[in-house]
């Protein structure tokens, strides 16, 4: 109980400086969703490596994570006449539900970059950005 515990702890220490900068960029997705991304696809991945034998089991289980986090993120995209809004967080929940898989595999380097590489991007490239509006 205690490993597994530990398990989702990373997985929620990881997922807070991306849900911190959504938070704090006021964006729909933050505090409260990301986390609970990590969390749950880390619990599902641990749940499914105990319960089951063999890969083919848990690779249904991650399949099943990867659509249902894709669905939960286009939930998050925008669109109107001039704009779409809501890919990055969007990008963003599906990273973080691929920082909670890694992590119940015990692949603490790729949850690591996951995390790194996601919470730099969110928050230093909005500078670069560009905005095109259609005519």
Same mark, same amino acid.
């Given at each position: ?16 400086? *991306? ?12 505090? @409260?969703?990301?986390?609970?991304? %990590? *969390?749950? %696809? ?18 249904? $289980? ?9 669905? +939960?993120?286009?939930?998050? +995209?925008?669109?109107?006449? %001039? ?15 691929? $920082?909670? +898989?890694?992590?119940?595999?015990? @692949?603490?380097? $790729? ?21 095109? @509006?259609?005519?």
């Amino acid at each position: 109980m205690l490993y597994h515990l530990i398990q989702l702890g990373i997985a929620f220490v990881l997922s807070l400086p *991306i849900a911190l900068n959504r938070e704090m960029k006021h964006k729909g997705a933050g505090l @409260r969703t990301f986390p609970l991304v %990590s *969390i749950a %696809s880390c619990a599902f991945m641990l749940v499914g490596m105990d319960t089951y034998d063999g890969s083919n089991p848990e690779a249904r $289980i991650m399949y099943a994570i990867i659509t249902g986090v894709g669905f +939960i993120g286009g939930g998050a +995209i925008f669109k109107d006449d %001039s704009s779409v809004k809501g890919t990055a967080t969007a990008a963003s929940l599906w990273n973080t539900a691929a $920082i909670g +898989i890694s992590v119940a595999y015990a @692949r603490y380097e $790729i949850a690591i970059v996951l995390a790194v590489v996601n919470f730099l991007i969110l928050q230093f490239s909005e500078p670069f950005k560009v905005t095109v @509006r259609p005519k």
